[in-house]
């Protein structure tokens, strides 16, 4: 039974560089729009100018480094938290994200996720790694990039680790290490729409660490694509600080937040 797993990633490694190749040639053949609103008009990075400037302007909004929600303009910033934070803080210890989870972002990441827009992963990865860069210059860097891991089934399924492809694109642009020691032991329902304390109890033992010298005292940079509650985060990191590993900051492309948390700001 423990071979099953084990052939099942190189089943889907292979299906993936299968699909990329496929993907690629797709893009020179179809008809080039934008991935987020379909307009034909498109720059280099696959949108179009006017949902590339939303996305920047997503991109700029301030946001608590603690659980990752939008603040206010005029807000102080706090590595303590801010009213958004849960009562019972995750286990890691910081956020950084993209934006929230909102268009043309949210549309970018579900290309990414559900059709495999190449050029969409090496954008977003590009606008993860200069936040990355930014937030943890000042402070200890990642010494290990680890993505959440998809169960082996899920995976199989889909065809594509969208979380592993985000953590590919920034260990590259970091230049920095990729491990593949946390896997995901227990297949778990989709958590959309369950409140935060389902959402805790549906991962919980989800993940288990191989043991590895790497972990060991090392900063982890934990890449997904999408955070809401934090719950799938925050039982990886347990998982990851049980097998050894000194910090863990969570790096995502999004925040899923209410609407309001953000409009104000965005008009």
């Known amino acids: 039974m423990g071979r099953l797993p084990q052939l099942s990633r190189l089943g889907s490694t292979a299906l993936a560089a299968l699909r990329d190749c496929l993907s690629g040639a797709s893009d020179l053949l179809l008809p080039a729009c934008c991935a987020a609103c ?5 720059a280099a990075d696959g949108l179009c100018s006017q949902c590339g400037l939303k ?3 997503l991109v700029a909004l301030p946001y608590c480094p603690r659980c990752g929600a939008t603040v206010g303009p005029n807000i102080p910033l706090s590595e303590e938290g801010c009213s958004a934070c849960p009562t019972v803080l995750p286990r890691f210890a910081s956020v950084i994200r993209v934006g929230p989870y909102a268009p043309p972002l949210r549309s970018v990441i579900q290309q990414l996720k559900y059709h495999r827009r190449e050029g969409m992963l090496r954008r977003l990865g590009e606008l993860l790694a200069a936040a990355v860069a930014a937030r943890l210059a000042a402070d200890r860097p990642a010494e ?12 199989l399924t889909r065809g594509y680790d969208h979380a592993g492809a985000i953590a590919r694109q920034l260990a590259r642009r970091l230049e920095a290490p990729l491990g593949d020691e946390l896997i995901r032991v227990r297949h778990t329902q989709p958590q959309v729409g369950l409140p935060r304390t389902r959402r805790i ?43 050894g590993a000194g910090k863990i900051t969570l ?3 999004a925040k899923a937040e209410p609407p309001s948390a953000y409009a104000a700001q965005w008009r």
């Open 251 to 253: 790096a995502v492309l």
């Open 38 to 42: 379909g307009t034909p008009e498109v």
């Open 144 to 155: 290990l990039v680890m993505p959440v891991p998809t169960h082996w089934r899920r995976r």
């Open 201 to 243: 109890e549906a991962v919980r033992g989800a993940f288990e660490a191989r043991p590895s010298g790497a972990i060991a005292g090392a900063h982890v940079l934990l890449v997904d694509d999408v955070t809401t509650t934090g719950a799938t985060a925050n039982e990886a990191s347990r998982t990851l600080l049980g097998a």
């Open 55 to 57: 996305l920047l302007s």
